[in-house]
Every structure is written in C-alpha cells, then in structure tokens.
C-alpha cells in the first residue's frame, strides 16, 4: 500500500511540475542583455514589449542616419541630384566612414541613400542635409522637429550622421518610434535592407563604386528570418549601436540596443528580443468595435459625451499575462475643436510585471459630434454671452408664438363647437315650430 500510494505521489508531483511549468513562465526565459539600454516594440501600435533604461539618453552613433533616410524620403525625389559642397565633404572625421565624394560632386539623391545605409557615409549625409534643409544645421532642427512630432521627446540631434557631438543624444525609446515611422515610408526597407549597391559614375568619377554592407544582419553571417531594415552604428562614445525591424507571420517588432561592450553582442542581444516577441506573446483584444463609454467633457462640467471606437483594438502580451488584468483609463484632450472632442484611452497592466513592459500604450478617439447636452457649450464659445442671451431669448419668443398660435387655434374650435350647437338648437326649434303648425292646420281644415 505504501508502495502505491509512493507511486501516486510522484506522478502527481510530476504531472504538478509539468503543468507548472507550460503555463507559468521562468524567470531564466528573460532575455539576459549585454546593452545598456534596450527596446522590443510592436511597430504597429508602438506598444512597448520588453525595455531596459529605455528612457537613458545615449549617443546614437550612425542609427542616427535613419531619420536622416526618413527625412530625406519624405522630402525630396530620389531621382534628384546632389551636389557636394566643400562643407560637406570636409566637414567630418577624418577616418571616419565616407565613400570618397569631392567638392562639387554631383550623384543622385538614390545613390547617396544607399551609401548612407550600406557604407554609412558621413559625406553623403552631410550631402543629403545640405539639399534638403539648405545647410546642415537647418537640417539638424528639421530632425529635432521630426522626432518631437514623432513623441521622441527625449532626443536631440545635432548632426545628420552621428558622429559624437555632446548635444546628440537620443534614446532606445525614442530610435524605436523614429525606426517605426522610417518604415512606413515607401522605398526605406528597400534602401536599409540592401547588402549591395553599385553606384553610377559621376562628373569627377567615371568608375562605378560598389557598396558592400558590414551589417552581419543583412550580409549573410547572422541569417535571421524575417529582417526588414536594419541600421548600426560605432563611436568611441556611443559604442556600439544596432537599430532593427523584422516581420513574422503578420506581427511586426522593433528592437535597438545601444552602449553594447561588443561588436556581435548587439547582434545576440537583438536576435534575444527579437525571439521573446514572436514567441512568447499573443494577441489579446483590449476594447472591442463599438463599446461606448459616457465621459465628462471636462471637470468643470456637468455635459457628458459618449466615446467609442469603431474597430477592435488588440494589444500583446506575454503568455503568462492574464488579459483580464489588462485595465482602460479615458480622458479628454483638450484640442480646441468645436465640431467635437478627442478621447485617449489607455491600457495598462495595474502593477509592474518582470515578463513585460506594464504600459500598453494608448489609442485617440475622435468623437465625430458633440453630445446634445454640450451643444450651448459650444455655442457660447462661438457666440459670446451677448449673443447666447439674444439666441434665448429669440428661441423663448418663439416658443411663446406657438404656445399662442395653439391657444387661438383651441379656442377657434371650442367657439367653432359653441355657434354650431346653437345653430343646431335653433333649427330644432323651427322645425317644433313648423310641426306644431302642422297640426293645428290639419285640425282646423281636417284631413
């Protein structure tokens, strides 16, 4: 009986054990990085997944020159040509990266984006700034301008290519969004996913330059499934930098580490993050299409506003995340919009959590009118007090006149009622009248 009941005990701890460990996760499936800071985000939503000092400012080094590629997509025509000043091909490092370009060189806008993203060329992004903003600082606002746009408030640019400059920092937070934006942009995958590119000649160069890519992501030696675009990046301040996209099975992720102590280490440490998110996360549906939620349109006052959303929203999270702890919080924004307001709504995990990052991001909702309990609100904000009382009072004129006109119209009935009762009395009494006649003659005269 012992023996069994032994034997009963061990397959029960077993089968404990086993179902432990399928739906609860390890402490040791935490990627382990060697950068000093780091970010997994979903590049749809921009939800962040996984950080470590995400907000530390940091040298970017030449992941810079990725909004520098956005920048110069955005603006111009890749079939544009540029031409080198003396500025901008004497301007950087010397050893720095370059592809040899002299003063009044001229080359297409196309080529100068491929030597920025393959070659890391400091002369072609100093060429690209000078032709888009005019010279290299007005660029340089043009892409602290960008990321303020973009919510990267943590970043400030002082350069187009990233060489150290004390005033050039930004964070791995801050690269994630700008990465998430550079994306969307048509023809940028193309440009920071190439390996190789060959340039056309130009008028001081007749022989045809080649580019061949040193990001072990796109060269072949780390043959990842599913890169997008990638950028690196090295100074002696900044070390070692890597910003990356990639895409599997319909989910898109962002992850840059920045400060890494090794070349490779940057590799490992995004390959780590890259893993976490397509593995260990599910989609989970945080606010279904049509769900309506009554909010004050401000605390000041008593007017309500229904918001909703028409499309379903979906968030990840880690699978030994419950979604019902997943929690909403709504607010309005004040935007000055007369025609109607904007809700934010955000989702949050209540408490931190060590297997993901506890914010979930946030949605806008325009309402597309205002609620009918708002609507003098807003008229008054167009009208003035004076011109809200004469609208009262206008409206209270009105309503009388119709209480009156109703009034008249009643009592023309009831006097209507009243003549034709009389009317009708009066024939009956002419026609007893008429009758009693009758008879007296039928009597006098006989029948």
Same mark, same amino acid.
């Given at each position: 009986m012992r023996k069994v009941f032994a034997a009963w005990l061990v397959l029960t701890t077993l089968v404990f054990n086993l179902a432990w460990g399928l739906g609860t996760a390890r402490a040791d499936d935490l990627p382990i990085l060697d950068a000093d800071a780091a970010v997994l985000m979903d590049a749809r939503t921009?939800?962040?997944?996984?950080?470590?000092?995400?907000?530390?400012?940091?040298?970017?080094?030449?992941?810079?020159?990725?909004?520098?590629?956005?920048?110069?997509?955005?603006?111009?025509?890749?079939?544009? @040509?540029? @031409?080198?000043?003396?500025?901008? =091909?004497?301007?950087i490092t010397r050893g720095s990266s370059h592809i040899a370009l002299d003063t009044d060189e001229e080359l297409a806008l196309k080529d100068a984006l491929y030597a920025l993203a393959i070659e890391? &060329?400091?002369?072609?992004?100093n060429g690209i700034a000078e032709y888009i903003a005019g010279d290299c600082e007005a660029f340089a606002e043009l892409m602290n301008e960008r990321a303020?746009?973009?919510? &990267? =408030?943590?970043?400030?640019?002082?350069?187009?290519h990233g060489l150290d400059d004390p005033e050039h920092y930004t964070t791995a937070y801050d690269m994630a969004l700008i990465m998430a934006q550079a994306?969307? *942009?048509?023809?940028?995958?193309?440009?920071?996913?190439?390996n190789y590119h060959k340039m056309s000649p130009t008028n001081l160069q007749e022989k045809e330059r080649e580019f061949h890519c040193k990001n072990l992501f796109l060269n072949g030696i780390y043959d990842y499934e599913g890169i997008?675009?990638?950028?690196?990046?090295?100074?002696?301040? &900044?070390?070692?930098?890597?910003?990356?996209? &990639?895409?599997r099975e319909g989910r898109d992720l962002i992850v840059v580490v920045m400060n890494s102590n090794a070349y490779r280490g940057t590799y490992l440490d995004t390959m780590k993050l890259f893993d976490y998110g397509f593995e260990e996360f599910r989609d989970v549906m945080v606010?279904?299409?049509?769900?309506?939620?009554?909010?004050?349109?401000?605390?000041?006052?008593?007017?309500?506003?229904?918001?909703?959303?028409?499309?379903?929203?979906?968030?990840?999270?880690?699978?030994? =995340?419950?979604?019902?702890?997943?929690?909403?919080?709504?607010? *309005?924004?004040?935007n000055g919009d007369q025609a109607g307001l904007t809700a934010r709504v955000s989702?949050?995990?209540?408490?931190?959590?060590?297997?993901?990052?506890?914010?979930?991001?946030?949605?806008t909702i325009d309402t597309p009118t205002m609620a009918a309990a708002d609507?003098?609100?807003?008229?008054?904000?167009?009208? /003035?007090?004076?011109?809200? +009382?004469?609208?009262?009072?206008?409206?209270?004129? +009105?309503?009388?006149?119709? /209480?009156?006109?109703?009034?008249?119209?009643?009592?023309?009935?009831?006097n209507q009622m009243r003549l034709r009762k009389k009317r009708d009395a009066r024939h009956n009494h002419y026609r007893i009248n008429y009758i009693e006649r009758k008879n007296d003659s039928d009597d006098l005269y006989g029948k």
């Amino acid at each position: 009986m012992r023996k069994v009941f032994a034997a009963w005990l061990v397959l029960t701890t077993l089968v404990f054990n086993l179902a432990w460990g399928l739906g609860t996760a390890r402490a040791d499936d935490l990627p382990i990085l060697d950068a000093d800071a780091a970010v997994l985000m979903d590049a749809r939503t921009g939800q962040v997944l996984f950080a470590k000092n995400k907000d530390k400012k940091e040298y970017p080094a030449s992941i810079t020159k990725v909004m520098t590629g956005l920048l110069a997509l955005e603006y111009a025509d890749t079939r544009a @040509t540029l @031409t080198m000043s003396r500025e901008a =091909v004497f301007s950087i490092t010397r050893g720095s990266s370059h592809i040899a370009l002299d003063t009044d060189e001229e080359l297409a806008l196309k080529d100068a984006l491929y030597a920025l993203a393959i070659e890391s &060329a400091n002369d072609c992004a100093n060429g690209i700034a000078e032709y888009i903003a005019g010279d290299c600082e007005a660029f340089a606002e043009l892409m602290n301008e960008r990321a303020r746009e973009l919510g &990267a =408030v943590n970043t400030h640019f002082a350069n187009a290519h990233g060489l150290d400059d004390p005033e050039h920092y930004t964070t791995a937070y801050d690269m994630a969004l700008i990465m998430a934006q550079a994306i969307k *942009i048509p023809g940028f995958t193309e440009i920071f996913s190439a390996n190789y590119h060959k340039m056309s000649p130009t008028n001081l160069q007749e022989k045809e330059r080649e580019f061949h890519c040193k990001n072990l992501f796109l060269n072949g030696i780390y043959d990842y499934e599913g890169i997008t675009a990638s950028k690196l990046g090295w100074t002696t301040n &900044a070390r070692n930098t890597l910003v990356t996209s &990639a895409s599997r099975e319909g989910r898109d992720l962002i992850v840059v580490v920045m400060n890494s102590n090794a070349y490779r280490g940057t590799y490992l440490d995004t390959m780590k993050l890259f893993d976490y998110g397509f593995e260990e996360f599910r989609d989970v549906m945080v606010l279904s299409a049509g769900e309506e939620k009554e909010l004050p349109v401000s605390a000041q006052s008593d007017k309500n506003i229904i918001v909703k959303t028409d499309s379903d929203i979906a968030r990840l999270l880690h699978k030994s =995340v419950s979604p019902d702890l997943v929690q909403n919080k709504y607010e *309005i924004l004040e935007n000055g919009d007369q025609a109607g307001l904007t809700a934010r709504v955000s989702f949050y995990l209540p408490e931190k959590n060590e297997y993901m990052y506890e914010d979930l991001g946030s949605i806008t909702i325009d309402t597309p009118t205002m609620a009918a309990a708002d609507a003098l609100g807003s008229t008054q904000d167009i009208l /003035g007090p004076v011109g809200v +009382f004469i609208l009262k009072t206008i409206k209270t004129l +009105f309503i009388i006149i119709l /209480g009156l006109a109703a009034l008249i119209l009643v009592l023309r009935q009831i006097n209507q009622m009243r003549l034709r009762k009389k009317r009708d009395a009066r024939h009956n009494h002419y026609r007893i009248n008429y009758i009693e006649r009758k008879n007296d003659s039928d009597d006098l005269y006989g029948k």
